[in-house]
């Protein structure tokens, strides 16, 4: 029998939130598989004899029906406790998930809304339950975005409100990813912390792996992850550490010491003095829980809500009665599937079924023959009972269990694997499913009930009928899922390939079987079936006919790899794209199943050759353990007082408040008595007249209250951007999929959206769509100006160059994918047209600018307010503007406060991203690697409407030479109009993209000649003073001194000729490294925006509260100021205060962008400080002794006034474009960055071994934030250039609308060792205190991975006797990658194109 008592331990949670796992518990993984047996006797008794039927009505209970009752759950209908507090729900709403109810209902903030369908982490909560069966508490993280709170009726949540706060203690979880500078705009952190809480929870001494394991399902835009993961390292146990420094900790360092000093040099946070682990201050499972658990298993509930009904079965039977009554109901299990198709595709279902509670589905028994486990159980239990299964079957009978669990292990993240269930993924029938292929394999068969009886049912086939359809019938349920041991001499493995390492779903997976003849290598029966190339899983019958039968071997093989031609075949236009890459794939895992089973046979003594050594790593994994970085910089002079934080890593100011949720963003403000919700209705059609705009079927719909089209506008209707208009509401034409055409303004958020639906618009479609560069190309369809820069004599020198060559390079664009969305709050004061706007944006001042405009109002109604925004990078400002202006038109015409808040998918379709840019250039070089000449044209794909595109064309022309020093230069750009969405500013704004071209020309160059890419790149690089070509002169001194360190520091040399062995050892794995530097201009070349103001008040009682016209979104620039004000003031950094920024307190504030922000602001902070400083003199010089308090209430008593403005006039920065020259910029930013990858060539999947920077930023304000932007922002090129792909539908429509199309650096993305190195010694007198702005620079370093990777391609390739320039566009996704390493498979079905993939047929998506 199992023992039943105790909490569980287990990092991963036993069970799924709902289920009652009959039979695994706490034991460890082998006693436990031991005890594995079929429970005993008590449940056949279970029965409807002994059920509860409780029916609730929203609003009032209409019918009880019931045998046995506990009183209290008549009346309380649902009950469960939040933080230790009970809820009572009388009439919940099957349609509310727990995160708008905690966050609307409950007020708990803390827990955000990233995405809505359980692919950011942003809102989860932990979740425990009691099981009166085995008398376990288990706790789970869960997705609060997808758990309806119907679903959770005996179950306690915690949030991160629940764990710790400022005001009273912290959590370590809170305060170690504070303090380790883990938490920047803080959006994502509550998310990050529950999910380490838990784990925590569950095992207070996890190891490094279980930590990143239990975050992947987390995503960070801001910090690139690498100080999450370094703060959280600290709970790791040392001697259950990662290993990495072989028998050492891997928190030490090189002389094994753990300590906040390493071989002399400051750490960035300090370990000691952490607060410890404390059970004690864990909120226990509410004793009632347990008793109503125990009280009340049996009972079955149902809740009507606004449309959908919830039936929550007590019983086995009432289960397959309520099927047999509602054949068409869906089950609602982990809803990670049901509650994306309600949510996302509309789907209305009149009733819910709810079997959380039928014991029978979480049953799991163990025999010889292999494991039965219930369909109701989640991933995390079929893991836990695997790795136990594991443990207790002879090892040659565990094939099958292995090859599932390394599947489950990388299903989604561990907020998934603990809610989803088995039978819910096979039912749902995903073409993509890691399971299924492996259960078709492996022979798996499930049990279908229904009232009319049992049958068991293969997994094969004939089993999928189609996408989402299996042989299910619609009254049966999935009882259950047999997965057979492996048996004697049968191999089977299981293979995903994905387009991010974690927490994403397969492009292409695959489960393979094979069962030898005993001692023998002839196959004896043999499976192969694939996922991800058709609407359903595909059995690879071609394949095993010829293999069957026939001895393991080459020969045999072969014929296998030509029959899977046959068996895979997809159309041009197969949905999801890839092509090629899919099918290569397919033949790439046979591949790698053929070298593992060879392994097999050789351990078997079976097959005697070897397995030739340079294919032995092809079925190695890629290295996974993050070892701790390493940054340095800058200790401050020992002369300096020890209360002046300048120059100190100094933690973000809100860190703490952000890691335990009180952090206040715009969506956390209070609903306002009579506030309305604003739902925005988008063009479908990308280019199309209006016709018609029919809104009163939306009228119709309860809580609607009006409906807002551009002729509701009171004033200006367009806004003017940069000198060109753009319309806020599209009145007769729409030219964008996801134009904004009107909205919807109703009493609640789903009341908005369900109008929005039903707005019909009708158009008639206009023939002449743009999409591509050269369709834009081809009709001249640009914005004006072009632009033209050139220095030398281009042309000759082309003509005298030694060699000349063409190429071409093309950068995807790139979605911002800030966690917080685009939110809005507008409230009318009621009186003098006054607006308040509470906001998300780099811009306020922009923002009051667009309302009063578009109200027709003066600026002086309008106050835009923002505490702090949840990521931006650049995607806050001209979008922003116009979104706001429609939510204050709504606010105007109903006379009441309206919220908008944009839904992930919204946000994505509506606001566009980075511009992509097709860059082509003709070089001339000499043989001895001097270029001297390079011609380039760039063009930009803007979108429907101009926003800022001319002018990021226009900084592409002065960013065009990066580094490099070449005397003959021409660049010319274009914005292009097209009919996608418009794209706007994202950090580097166009410096990334065309920096890309510029290093990918010098790396032909280099291909070319046949040498290194840095020895070009060092040959040509900006050596002593020179002139840019728009004759800037600047001194490359630190650029040089970048390029030296980081040589050395990487020790570029030694690794290359490691590399070049390696390369040679191994086949289908390669490495490369690559080494790029940056040279990058801060400032704004339009003048006037180089300005700020600063308002310092200093209160009777000492404090003093800063305002300034700067955002902080989470680059620490209120962190920065205070720092100033502090040094400036004298007083320490706690007497400062930084509330918000408001257009009330600053006015005509410039944008937070361009990495000016602590140039600009710091500036008049520091103005204004001296100001009140001096002013304050005559006191301090009278009371020298005095403190700070008593200086200034003196100051009052003597009638000194203690406000001031502060201001700083920038530098004149300009370009003269007619006579092309200029000093656009204040000065350069410099760093250089050497990144090693390792590549497998037959899936393209890749990792980052190690990159080492090193940035000058003269002497840095905050090291912590600096070094923060640097590794962020690196992370973020390394999506841009390797992962992040965005892709539109052959009409326009963009497909990539959430994380779960659209790939967003990961943990598992971290460069393994990651080490950042400030200059040292570097001054900067151009601004405040020597520092230089940091935020954009670092971006384009990600390029050193797209580099890495195209040189371990380049040595791919060469094996494929192919040398010399090659083209591999951005990103370097596997796709691409694998495609440009032309191994023997991609050859093989490139050559088979003139079959089965080709045809007429349209490509799925559109190479924009
Ligand atoms: C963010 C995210 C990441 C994901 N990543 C992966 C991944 O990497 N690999 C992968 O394979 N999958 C992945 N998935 C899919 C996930 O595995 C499935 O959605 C999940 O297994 C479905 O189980 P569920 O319990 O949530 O089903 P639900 O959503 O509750 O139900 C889904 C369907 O199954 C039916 N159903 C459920 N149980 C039964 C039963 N016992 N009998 C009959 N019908 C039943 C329901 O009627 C419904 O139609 C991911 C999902 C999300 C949201
Ligand atoms: S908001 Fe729930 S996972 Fe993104
Ligand atoms: S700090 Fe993680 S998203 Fe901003």
């Not at 604003?678 to 280019?687: D, N």
């Not at 600018?849 to 002086?860: F, K």
């Not at 592409?956 to 660049?971: F, K, V």
Request: with cysteine; net charge neutral; hydrophobic share 35%.
């Amino acid at each position: 029998m199992f023992p039943g008592n105790g909490v569980q331990r287990n990092a991963t949670g036993f069970r799924s939130v709902f289920s009652c796992l009959v039979g695994v518990s706490e034991m460890s993984a082998q006693s436990a598989a031991r005890c594995i047996k079929p429970r005993d006797s008590k449940e056949t008794a279970l029965s409807m004899g002994s059920s509860w039927n409780v029916v609730f009505h929203s609003g009032r209970q209409v019918c009880i029906n019931f045998m046995k009752m506990a009183e209290q759950t008549l009346e309380d209908g649902l009950i469960f406790y939040v933080n230790g507090k009970k809820i009572m729900e009388k009439n919940p709403d099957p349609e509310t998930m727990l995160l708008p109810y905690l966050r609307k209902k409950l007020r708990l903030t803390g827990t955000k809304y990233g995405c809505g369908g359980g692919g950011c982490g942003a809102c989860t909560v932990m979740v425990s339950r009691y099981d009166p069966q085995n008398k376990n508490i288990s706790h789970f993280s869960v997705n609060a975005c997808l758990l309806p709170i119907c679903q959770l009726h005996g179950g306690a949540v915690t949030t991160v409100e629940g764990i710790g706060s400022t005001k009273t203690k912290l959590h370590p979880a809170q305060e170690r990813i504070a303090k380790a500078h883990g938490s920047q705009c803080g959006f994502c952190t509550p998310g990050m912390v529950m999910s380490m809480y838990t784990l925590l929870r569950n095992n207070p001494k996890p190891t490094l792996e279980e930590v990143t394991e239990g975050l992947a399902g987390n995503l960070c835009r801001c910090t690139g992850y690498r100080p999450i993961v370094d703060g959280y390292r600290t709970f790791c146990e040392r001697e259950k550490c990662c290993q990495i420094n072989g028998t050492a900790c891997c928190m030490a360092n090189e002389n094994g010491s753990v300590g906040p000093v390493v071989n002399g040099q400051l750490e960035l946070f300090n370990k000691d003095g952490l607060l410890p682990l404390d059970p004690t201050q864990d909120l226990i499972f509410p004793p009632e829980l347990m008793r109503l658990a125990e009280s009340q298993e049996r009972i079955s509930q149902k809740f009507i809500g606004e449309r959908m009904t919830w039936i929550s079965p007590g019983s086995l039977d009432e289960l397959l009665q309520l099927k047999a009554d509602h054949p068409q109901a869906p089950i609602v299990m982990g809803n990670t599937n049901i509650g994306l198709d309600i949510k996302f595709k509309g789907i209305f279902h009149p009733v819910l079924l709810s079997p959380t509670r039928v014991h029978e589905l979480f049953k799991v028994t163990q025999k010889p023959e292999g494991v039965c486990v219930g369909a109701g159980c989640s991933m995390s239990v079929v893991k836990s009972v695997l790795e136990k299964s594991i443990g207790s079957f002879p090892p040659e009978n565990t094939h099958m269990f292995r090859a599932l669990l390394q599947q489950i292990n990388l299903l989604g993240g561990q907020q998934i694997r603990n809610v989803a269930t088995l039978g819910g993924n096979i039912a749902s029938a995903y073409p993509n499913s890691d399971l299924t292929p492996v259960l078709a394999a492996g022979r798996c068969t499930l049990v279908a009930l229904s009232k009319e009886g049992r049958r068991r049912v293969p997994i094969d086939k004939d089993f999928f009928l189609g996408f989402a359809k299996t042989a299910v019938k619609p009254n049966e349920i999935i009882l259950s899922v047999f997965i057979p041991a492996s048996r004697k001499d049968e191999v089977v493995h299981a293979f995903r390939h994905a387009p991010r390492k974690e927490n994403a779903l397969a492009t292409v997976n695959a489960g393979m079987r094979v069962w030898f003849n005993e001692n023998s290598s002839v196959v004896k029966d043999i499976s192969i079936y694939y996922g991800g190339v058709g609407t359903t899983i595909v059995s690879a019958e071609g394949v095993c006919k010829q293999i069957i039968g026939r001895p393991w071997e080459d020969a045999t093989l072969s014929d296998g790899y030509g029959a899977l031609m046959d068996d895979v075949t997809l159309m041009a236009s197969a949905p999801g794209g890839k092509v090629d890459f899919r099918r290569s794939l397919t033949l790439s895992l046979l591949f790698k199943f053929n070298l593992l089973v060879l392994q097999y046979l050789q351990e078997k003594n079976v097959f005697l050759k070897e397995i030739p050594k340079g294919l032995q790593s092809t079925i190695q994994p890629l290295p996974k353990h993050i070892q701790p970085g390493y940054q340095e910089f800058q200790n401050v002079l020992e002369t300096q007082l020890a209360q002046d934080p300048v120059g100190r890593p100094m933690v973000h100011r809100s860190a703490l408040s952000q890691a335990t949720g009180e952090a206040v963003y715009c969506d956390d403000l209070p609903h306002i008595d009579g506030e309305l919700f604003l739902a925005i209705v988008t063009s479908s059609r990308a280019h199309a007249k209006i016709i018609r705009i029919d809104f009163s079927e939306a009228l119709k719909l309860p809580g609607v209250v009006d409906v807002v089209i551009a002729d509701d506008i009171p004033g200006k209707k367009c806004r003017n951007i940069v000198g060109f208009n753009e319309e806020l509401l599209a009145k007769s034409e729409v030219t964008c999929v996801g134009q904004m055409v009107c909205a919807v303004v109703a009493d609640s958020e789903a009341h908005a959206k369900r109008g929005a639906a039903l707005v019909k618009i009708t158009y008639e479609d206009l023939q002449d769509c743009i999409f591509t560069l050269e369709e834009a190309i081809e009709k001249q369809s640009f914005f004006l100006p072009k632009w033209k820069i050139g220095r030398g004599d281009v042309e000759k020198a082309l003509e005298d160059a030694e060699q000349v060559y063409e190429g071409e390079i093309r950068i995807g664009g790139q979605e911002h994918f800030y966690l917080e969305t685009q939110s809005f709050l507008v409230v009318p004061v009621g009186e003098e047209q006054e607006m308040k706007v509470y906001l998300s944006t780099q811009h306020p001042t922009f923002t009051q600018v667009a309302i009063a405009e578009t109200l027709g109002i003066p600026s002086n109604r309008v106050s835009c307010h923002v505490k702090r925004v949840g990521g931006a990078f650049g995607g806050k400002v001209t979008k922003t503007s116009i979104l706001a202006s429609i939510t204050a038109v709504a606010a105007w015409k109903t006379g009441r406060p309206v919220r908008c808040v944009l839904e992930r998918g919204e946000d994505m379709l509506i606001t566009g991203g980075r511009n992509p840019v097709w860059g082509k250039y003709k070089v001339g070089f000499m043989k001895n690697g001097r270029i001297t000449a390079a011609d380039f044209q760039y063009y930009v794909n803007a979108g429907n409407t101009a926003d800022e595109s001319v002018l990021v064309a226009e900084k592409i022309l002065l960013h065009l030479d990066n580094a490099y020093n070449i005397p003959n230069l021409r660049g010319q750009s274009a914005a292009c109009r097209t009919n996608l969405p418009s794209n706007t500013a994202f950090r580097g704004f166009g410096v990334p993209q065309c920096m890309l071209v510029i290093e990918n020309m010098i790396t032909d160059v280099a291909h070319k000649l046949g040498r290194r890419p840095e020895e070009i790149r060092e040959i040509n690089m900006y050596k002593e003073l020179s002139l840019t070509h728009y004759k800037m002169k600047f001194d490359p001194e630190n650029l040089v001194r970048c390029w030296e360190e980081c040589k050395e520091k990487a020790d570029i040399h030694r690794r290359r000729q490691a590399i070049d062995i390696f390369n040679k050892e191994n086949q289908y794995k390669k490495k490369g490294i690559a080494i790029v530097p940056i040279k990058y201009g801060i400032g704004f070349s339009m003048s006037f925006l180089n300005q700020a103001a600063a308002l310092v008040h200093i209160y009777n009682d000492g404090s003093v509260l800063v305002s300034h016209g700067g955002i902080e979104m989470g680059q620490g620039l209120h962190t920065k100021v205070q720092q100033v004000a502090s040094r400036e003031l004298n007083i320490p950094t706690s007497l400062i205060h930084i509330s918000e920024t408001s257009t009330e307190c600053v006015p005509n504030t410039c944008p937070s962008a361009a990495s000016f922000g602590t140039d600009a602001n710091g500036m008049a902070v520091q103005d204004a400080c001296q100001i009140l400083y001096k002013r304050l003199e005559p006191i301090r010089k009278k009371n020298p002794n005095g403190t700070w308090q008593n200086w200034i209430m003196t100051a009052f008593l003597e009638k000194i006034s203690l406000s001031t403005t502060g201001y700083y006039r920038g530098q004149d920065l300009y370009m003269d474009w007619e006579k092309q020259e200029g000093k656009p910029y204040a000065y350069f930013t410099y760093g250089v960055c050497c990144s090693e990858v390792e590549l497998d060539c037959l899936t393209g999947e890749y990792r980052t071994l190690r990159t080492d920077m090193v940035v000058d930023i003269g002497r840095s304000i905050n090291p912590s934030i600096d070094i923060g932007q640097i590794e962020g922002s690196f992370i973020q090129g390394l999506g841009l250039f390797t992962m992040e792909e965005l892709k539109f539908s052959p009409s326009g429509m963009l497909y990539t609308r959430g994380p779960g199309q659209y790939k967003i650096p990961s943990f598992c993305d971290v460069p393994l060792k990651f080490n950042v190195y400030l200059l040292a010694g570097s001054s900067n007198p151009l601004a405040i205190y020597s520092s230089k702005g940091i935020g954009e620079p670092c971006l384009f370093l990600g390029s050193s991975v797209f580099f890495a990777i195209k040189e371990a391609v380049a040595a791919a390739r060469k094996d494929a006797g192919l040398t010399g320039p090659f083209t591999l566009n951005s990103p370097a996704t596997p796709e691409r990658t694998c495609l440009a390493c032309a191994t023997r498979f991609t050859n093989m079905v490139l050559q088979s194109k003139a079959g089965s993939t080709s045809g007429s047929a349209q490509p799925w998506a559109l190479d924009i």
